[in-house]
């Protein structure tokens, strides 16, 4: 379980003077579903690649759990990303050579660090979305539903205090909208995990424990 | 970087055909002129040894290629003939051992060698099976031969006739094989080698028939008197020279004007061979004496000649085919933008995708290499052989 | 210490193998030289010159050696040769139709040659519009003239001497052993046929012409052979023959039969075998075949 902590975040696209995010303070406690809602192309992915150190602030800091992300060096930050969090993208992400099992096994691959011990997790988290039978399967044999329920195994796999994510029911229909998030949802209680999820479907905010609007947050608004 | 390498390996795996077409291209642009290179020099070698391993070459006077390469290769261009007699000058100067060829015929697509049993002391070629051949008639095969005419000591082979029209002329001559040669990489391997006096039967100045002095050739006989007997047409030849029959075999007229293709002179040193080759400059003997490695040198040069133009060539299509391979590389790594951007959000380093990009490029490599490799040392193997058999046809 | 103990297996399998066969021996006929002749007399002469020294061989032959067509084993044995000795003089007509090495033959008449006498009666056939062809030869019985057969025994030596010379001194004086018999049995032979006094012979083959030469013999020759009954056209051939040549001996190559000894016997001529002893005999050798054909000629005297 990880509590985020941002304070006085700022943050400008180098060489954009049209796009600049502040967060004077944003406070998820350890083990809360949060959605985050605002209208597309609002920095609502930057906000979660800022959380996940794949970007660093111009100022503020942003805690994640006991660690201080902005003060991390970048390879402190990769080990963050791939350690610590699971990370579920809009466009399912997967990579098309890899099975479904190496591609939840994708982190440890990174890290040269695959045992015998996350491969019967990967297995057991493919069991428990019902996709088993397709350990071996390539993405361009799974339907949108099926790729991102691998995808949220993905970000599972290493137990994670936090989970990002980002638009996961983008690419799917209404039907596995829902059973998306729902298995989110589950995961993260099953978990211990802290989700935060960013979306522009107020449909689904309804799951949640908490909605926070992304313009109240950021001031855009105002 | 094991991530990364075992990220590379897969995405080749997956895109099979892609890989391939790379695989081949680069294969096809190492293997190309190495093996182009080295089957030259091979075949240079090949000939060369062969060249080599064969002092002096007399024939008529003419094309010294030609009589090389129809002397040493047994090359179907064959050229003009010379006589017998020439053969007994060679020997009574003492100077050398005189090794008769005549090969003018073919058994079934393979040359007949006419010569003598010092040829093959001279060649350094051993039987793999029976025995030299001892009576007229019987000959000793190549390797080859008797893999490809799948036949043995104990089998035959019958001469082919030049032409469809000349069966009256050249004697389609049943010669049974009394050995079988160990293969010798050489075209040896592919020869059917007799004694000299059966290609004279062959072309038809020797034959055999029913003996006219005995009481049943009675209908062959046209006339008799107390010293001459006459036959007519109907008078029995033999197509085959047996133990029965071989006293039968005999040849009209004097058999030192008899042709042959040329005559291997081994020297018995270099005295008698500079000795030798003097008395053909001088004219003591009428001929041409020719030094086989001289003429095929001039052939060789010739070769590697063309060989660097062929490799400039493969060098500037090598150039062509990095070009357009850098260029589907590049494209190739642009259609892949988002992957490397998931792979660097799920934490992986600049040097890891650098290393996943290199990784493929390199199993690419690799694999091109090994196959070229493979493919030379086959090509070394059997394309030599292959390739030198051109010079029987 | 597995290491030295498989090093040493290894290095003993490798001694064993180096070790000579069991069944040679350092005297064994695989070192010394291999010599083939092609008739008996030449053997016989061969053997009397080279002793033990070297491995003289003469093929097993059914009938005339002359006439001889030589089977695969026969090509292999005259192949493989150290020396092949040969009688010349056109002896050896399968050289006509077989394939030999070159450089290891040795033709004893050679030295001869002009010595050597033609086959007057040669039949020629022709076919063809090449015309006339003639198959004339040369009488090759010269070891029948003890003198020619001397100097056939001479280039044996010559050739043995040459192909192991470290025992040319014992070669020499085997040769010389030789030559004194050949000069005996030419003495013998002499006083033979010095008792026919130029009285007409007839031969029953023309194989004896050296012999004639050597010892002034008057003799015409026939076509006979020993095993064969001759036909009505041989038998008005003798009888044309007597008339002209009023000859009351018949010499034989071998033992006529018995009707045909008596038939001549009643046309009032005497057979006698004089064996040529071109191949080998069933028993005795050269000289004592020789003096049974003396004892034989000189019992009708």
């Not at chain 2, 001929?287 to 493969?314: A, C, D, H, K, S």
């Not at chain 3, 067509?69 to 040769?81: F, H, K, R, S, T």
Request: glycine share 8%.
């Amino acid at each position: 379980m990880a509590e985020i902590h941002i304070n006085g975040l700022g943050f400008q696209y180098p060489g954009s003077r049209a796009f600049a995010m502040a967060v004077s303070e944003l406070h998820v406690m350890a083990g809360e579903c949060v959605a985050i809602v605002g209208p597309s192309g609002s920095g609502k992915t930057t906000l979660l690649s800022l959380v996940a150190g794949t970007l660093l602030p111009d100022s503020g800091e942003i805690r994640v759990g006991q660690t201080l992300i902005n003060q991390l060096g970048e390879t402190a930050r990769r080990r963050f990303r791939i350690r610590d969090i699971g990370q579920v993208f809009q466009a399912f992400e997967l990579l098309e050579y890899l099975d479904v099992t190496e591609n939840i096994l994708l982190g440890p691959i990174i890290d040269s660090a695959v045992n015998e011990q996350l491969r019967e997790r990967a297995a057991a988290l493919l069991s428990s979305v019902g996709l088993e039978d397709k350990a071996h399967t390539k993405p361009a044999r799974l339907s949108h539903g099926e790729r991102q329920r691998v995808a949220v195994c993905r970000a599972m796999l290493n137990r994670p205090g936090l989970i990002l994510a980002d638009e996961p029911t983008g690419n799917l229909d209404q039907a596995n909208k829902q059973n998306v998030v729902d298995l989110l949802i589950k995961q993260a209680r099953d978990n211990g995990s802290t989700l935060m999820m960013v979306t522009h479907d107020h449909s689904l905010l309804g799951s949640f424990e908490r909605v926070i609007d992304f313009e109240e947050l950021t001031g855009a608004s105002a | 970087m094991r991530g990364a390498l075992f990220l590379g390996w897969r995405y080749l795996a997956h895109h099979r055909f892609k890989t391939a077409v790379l695989l081949s291209a680069v294969t096809l642009m190492i293997f190309l002129p190495a093996a182009t290179r080295l089957l030259v020099a091979d075949s240079a070698l090949a000939l060369t040894a062969r060249a080599d391993h064969t002092p002096l070459l007399i024939g008529a006077k003419g094309s010294q290629l030609e009589l090389v390469l129809n002397a040493l290769y047994f090359h179907a261009e064959r050229p003009p003939e010379i006589t017998s007699q020439l053969l007994e000058e060679v020997r009574e100067t003492g100077l050398a051992t005189a090794i008769p060829l005549n090969t003018r015929f073919q058994a079934r697509g393979a040359p007949i060698v006419g010569t003598s049993l010092d040829y093959f002391s001279f060649r350094g070629l051993d039987l793999a099976a029976g025995r030299m051949m001892g009576l007229l008639g019987e000959c000793v095969i190549g390797a080859n031969v008797a893999r490809s005419q799948n036949v043995g000591v104990g089998d035959s082979l019958v001469s082919s006739p030049e032409t469809v029209f000349d069966l009256a002329g050249v004697y389609p001559l049943k010669m049974n094989i009394a050995g079988v040669l160990e293969p010798s990489g050489s075209a040896d391997d592919d020869a059917v080698f007799v004694d000299v006096r059966t290609t004279w039967v062959i072309q038809g100045l020797g034959h055999g028939h029913q003996d006219l002095e005995k009481a049943g050739a009675g209908n062959a006989v046209l006339t008799r008197n107390e010293k001459a007997i006459t036959a007519n047409a109907s008078l029995v030849q033999y197509n085959e020279i047996t133990a029965d029959n071989v006293r039968e075999f005999h040849f009209h007229g004097d058999t030192s004007g008899f042709p042959l293709s040329a005559v291997i002179a081994v020297p018995n040193d270099a005295k008698s061979s500079t000795l030798l080759r003097g008395r053909f400059q001088n004219g003591d003997i009428d001929g041409q004496l020719v030094l086989p490695r001289t003429v095929l040198g001039n052939l060789l040069e010739t070769v590697f000649t063309v060989q660097n133009y062929v490799i400039l060539g493969l060098v500037m299509l090598s150039l062509a085919t990095i070009a357009v391979i850098t260029l589907v590389f590049l494209l190739s790594q642009q259609l892949r933008h988002g992957e490397f951007q998931t792979l660097k959000r799920m934490g992986a380093s600049r040097g890891f995708v650098s290393t996943l990009v290199a990784s493929e490029l390199g199993f690419v490599f690799l694999g091109s290499l090994l196959l070229a490799a493979a493919l030379t040392w086959g090509a070394r193997n059997y394309a030599t052989e292959f390739l030198l058999s051109f010079m029987t046809l | 210490m597995k290491k030295i103990l498989i090093i040493l297996l290894m290095a003993s399998l490798m001694a064993c193998t180096d070790k000579a066969p069991d069944n040679q021996d350092a005297s064994d006929t695989q070192t010394r030289p291999v010599v083939v002749t092609s008739n008996y007399p030449l053997y016989f002469f061969a053997s009397q010159i080279a002793g033990d020294q070297i491995d003289v061989r003469f093929p097993s032959i059914d009938g005339d050696p002359a006439m001889w067509v030589p089977d695969g084993d026969d090509l292999a044995m005259l192949q493989g040769a150290d020396l092949l000795i040969l009688n010349g003089a056109g002896y050896e007509s399968w050289l006509a139709f077989t394939s030999l090495q070159g450089d290891n033959i040795l033709d004893t008449t050679a030295t001869v040659e002009t010595m050597l006498l033609p086959i007057e009666e040669a039949t020629v056939h022709q076919h063809g519009p090449q015309g006339e062809h003639s198959h004339e030869g040369t009488a090759f019985t010269t070891w029948l003239d003890p003198k020619l057969a001397t100097e056939q025994a001479r280039t044996i030596l010559q050739g043995l001497s040459n192909l192991k010379p470290d025992q040319s001194g014992l070669f020499n004086a085997n040769f010389t052993a030789l030559e004194q018999g050949l000069y005996e049995l030419d003495r013998s032979l002499a006083r033979a046929f010095a008792a026919l006094d130029g009285q007409p012979v007839i031969y029953s083959h023309p194989v004896y012409q050296y012999l004639q030469r050597r010892y002034n013999i008057n003799g015409r020759s026939l076509h006979w052979e020993p095993d064969v009954e001759p036909g009505t056209r041989d038998w008005i051939d003798l009888g044309n023959l007597v008339r002209q040549h009023p000859a009351k001996l018949m010499i034989w190559e071998g033992e006529p039969t018995v009707s045909v000894r008596e038939k001549l016997t009643q046309m009032g001529v005497r057979s006698v075998v004089f064996s040529p002893a071109g191949n080998q005999p069933g028993e005795g050798d050269y000289f004592e075949i020789m003096n049974d054909n003396i004892a034989e000629f000189m019992a009708l005297f």
